[in-house]
């Protein structure tokens, strides 16, 4: 049995499907959550990396770059500006509703989310935390005022009239890729209290996750006694920080993603697919007390 196996500290991972995943939840009465780009992709947001943790589109804009660049905003805003209409229609999949259904029967701990879509809380799920800040707003650089990101689409549109973009093809980070459509006129939103640098409320490559956000997020894993990774690759350490917490604490860790990831090793089990369909046939697996039943599709 797969379940004999799951055993803490001892870095042996099993590969497994939506019945060794459902037994894994079974198991645990409270359960950290940690989701990355790949938990979105059925809504249409693409992912970072490949299934072997590669770049697969040009990297993010740096935080330094952002803040040092007129030129480096004015390409950020327009590529934001073309993908926001798309980002912005985008609704939970069935990877979301499966993490929300988790937490109704009490078992989450609590869901670290590496996303800025904002797409767990809109599926319903109330105990989240935006590791990596949010799309939906806006922040001033020198003041702190925030603005909602729909509100600041309507200026851009305003002072933008005559700007069309080439066609875009989205992006992970809610932007769109413009290739070489001329962006020299586009003209960039100050803001309107004191006439600051406009940024994304979410956290750059190359920019720090606020510490309070941190010791939430470690807060959440402590109090679990297991963590589900759910599409992320765990390249990037800002996330891998969780799993490695876990795994010192003795706790077993699941993963569910397409590709390898940075935190296989320390994983009892992974299940490779579809975060969507592992994860609603383990939820409902685990909702009709079948774990031993198989894929729910037998």
């Known amino acids: 049995m797969l379940a004999e196996q799951i055993l803490k500290g001892c870095g042996l991972m099993q590969e497994g499907d939506s019945a060794d995943l459902c037994r894994f939840l079974q198991q645990h009465e409270r359960i950290a959550v940690l ?12 992912e970072y990396r ?15 770059d952002f803040m040092a660049s007129d030129t480096v905003r004015q390409r950020y805003w327009a590529r934001s500006f073309s993908g ?16 929300t259904s988790l937490e109704q029967t009490n078992r989450s701990a609590g869901l670290i989310t590496q996303n800025v879509d904002n797409l767990h809380s809109l ?8 590791l990596h800040g949010t799309l939906k707003r806006v922040r001033c650089m020198n003041c702190n ?29 809610g932007d769109a890729e413009l290739g070489n459509a001329p962006v020299a006129q586009f003209r960039v ?8 640098i406009l940024k994304p409320d979410v956290v750059f490559f190359g920019e ?17 006694d297991a963590l589900l990774v759910v599409g992320s690759s765990l390249m990037v350490y800002s996330g891998f920080r969780f799993v490695r917490q876990a795994s010192d604490s003795g706790k077993p860790i699941a993963i569910v993603n397409r590709g390898t990831t940075r935190g296989d090793t ?29 894929n729910v599709h037998d």
């Open 35 to 46: 989701t990355g780009a790949g938990c979105s992709t059925a809504s249409g947001i693409p």
């Open 50 to 64: 490949d299934d072997l943790g590669e770049w697969k589109h040009a990297p993010p804009v740096q935080f330094a």
């Open 84 to 99: 926001w209409p798309r980002m912005s229609a985008a609704e939970p999949n069935a990877a979301h509703q499966a993490l």
């Open 123 to 130: 599926a319903g799920s109330r105990n989240v935390l935006d």
């Open 145 to 173: 005022e925030t603005f909602r990101r729909a509100d600041i689409q309507d200026r851009l549109t305003a002072d933008n009239p005559h700007w069309q973009p080439a066609e875009a093809s989205s992006r992970p980070d």
């Open 189 to 196: 939103p100050a803001c309107d209290l004191c006439g600051g």
């Open 208 to 224: 720090s996750v606020p510490a309070e956000r941190v010791t939430l997020a470690r807060r959440f894993v402590s109090d679990a």
């Open 266 to 294: 320390l994983a009892a089990l992974r299940a490779t697919g579809d975060c969507g369909d592992l994860l609603k046939d383990a939820c409902a697996l685990l909702a009709n007390g079948r774990a031993d039943a198989g």
